[in-house]
């Protein structure tokens, strides 16, 4: 019988998580909203050799070295808890106009629609994005090299990255055991860490368990992939699906929902980029068919093994799916109502202690009308994902009039906010120009 062993992880930041993606755009470098199974794996590697030292070749401790990090254990990946990932297969309402709306997804992997089954508007594919729950939001920070010469902030040199904020817990899966693993300790998750990163780490023992009806009422196996996988074919040819010889045993993919994504890192023990990969992105959708004894058997191998190359360091995890993707429902709020009203007035007077001038007042107030229909229109469509309300502002033509303090000030301040406090805060805006200079007179 297969060993169902897991460690069922669970980390607490202890400072902010810097999960840099891809290579840098302008000086802006952003993180993923979860912990790939590839990072988990690597804080763990370099904890063991601070512990017991560099494993020389040849030795004992290489062999334990490999036999945890290169073996039968595998590293899923870490997400905050209470996130989701939006499926590939998973299609949702592009202008979503009331909460019915929100709440409504169509998972064509069960079912079919062409439009919103609550508003009848149109919808919009789902890219495997991994929402935070609500009141987590990622962390910006901005950093500046001083002139040595001036004691000023050097021209052309401004950094800025984001990353998930302290306080967080995410919580995971490692596939197999072993009593080093078990072990709670201080990880130093991700880059930055002289600064950040650092998490407290635990599990606990369990077993797997594999669902009691893995197949759709066709008699499909519909999987999913909760982390990045490198597929390849028969002649080693980069893949966006398992191939049916290699990782299905024969089974074939009837159906996919696939987003392509290339995946970079660095390892550390020999200061060496790692080769950059073609994947199939999270969220990405397969639907197996093949006799039935073959694809119960995928149904309780592939979430203990994975699917693809790299498993052992973090790619190809893979969930079996029994029923249509949902959104999450929104937390219900325990703050008085009143708190948006004070909540609008203390960004009112944030605002107005940046000290803009009467055009950059106006132009403000301009932008911030027109990027509401955006933001309250399409919250988790393809115009605003991954990017901030700031992103958004300060890329509209005019906003290069802004100083650099300028910059900073709002960047802390349009950090995705509530959709009424931006109603709101316009409106307190607008009451402070003179009627000359309202906009919707121009």
Sequence with gaps: MADNSILRVRVHAQQRVALGVGSEVSYFTGTHSYVPGSVLRGALAAAWIVENGPPPAGAARAARFRDLFDGRNRYGPLHVTGSSIVPVSAWMCKYPKSDACSAQAVDV?????????????????????????????????????????????????????????????????????????????????????????????????????????????????????????????????????????????????????????????????????????????????????????????????????????????????????????????????????????????????????????????RWVVGALRALQLDLEGARLGEETAGRSLADELLARPGAGEFSGRQRDLVIDLFTEPDPQVLRDVTTLLLADLPAAEDPREG
């Design 109 to 361: 992997a069960f079912e079919t629609a062409t439009a919103c089954v609550s508003c009848g508007g149109p919808l919009v594919q789902g890219k495997g994005q991994v929402v935070l729950p609500d009141g987590v939001r990622l962390d910006r920070i901005t950093r500046t090299s001083i002139d040595p010469g001036t004691a000023k902030a050097a021209d052309g040199e401004l950094y800025a990255h984001a990353a998930l904020p302290e306080g967080i817990t995410l919580s995971g899966v490692i596939y197999g055991r072993d009593p080093w693993l078990e072990q709670p300790r201080t990880l130093r998750l991700g880059g930055r860490r002289t600064v950040g990163g650092a998490v407290d780490y635990s599990v606990i023992p369990a077993k797997a368990n594999a669902p009691n009806q893995p197949l759709s009422a066709d008699g499909h196996l519909i999987i999913r992939l909760t982390g990045p996988a490198v597929f390849v074919d028969a002649a080693a040819r980069p893949s966006l699906g398992p191939d049916p010889s290699l990782d299905l045993n024969g089974a074939t993919v009837a159906r996919s929902w696939v987003r392509p994504a290339t995946w970079a890192g660095w390892h550390a023990a020999s200061r060496l980029p790692k080769p950059e990969e073609l994947c199939a992105a999270v969220g990405s959708t397969y639907k197996l068919s093949g006799p039935p004894e073959i694809l119960h058997d995928l149904a309780e191998r592939l979430p203990r093994d994975g699917a693809g190359l790299r498993r052992a360091e973090g790619f190809g995890e893979i969930e079996v799916v029994t029923s249509p993707w949902r959104p999450s429902p929104p937390a219900v709020s325990t703050q008085p109502q009143h708190d948006a009203d004070v909540a609008s007035r203390d960004w009112h007077r944030r605002i107005q202690a940046i000290e803009l001038d009467s055009g950059l007042r």
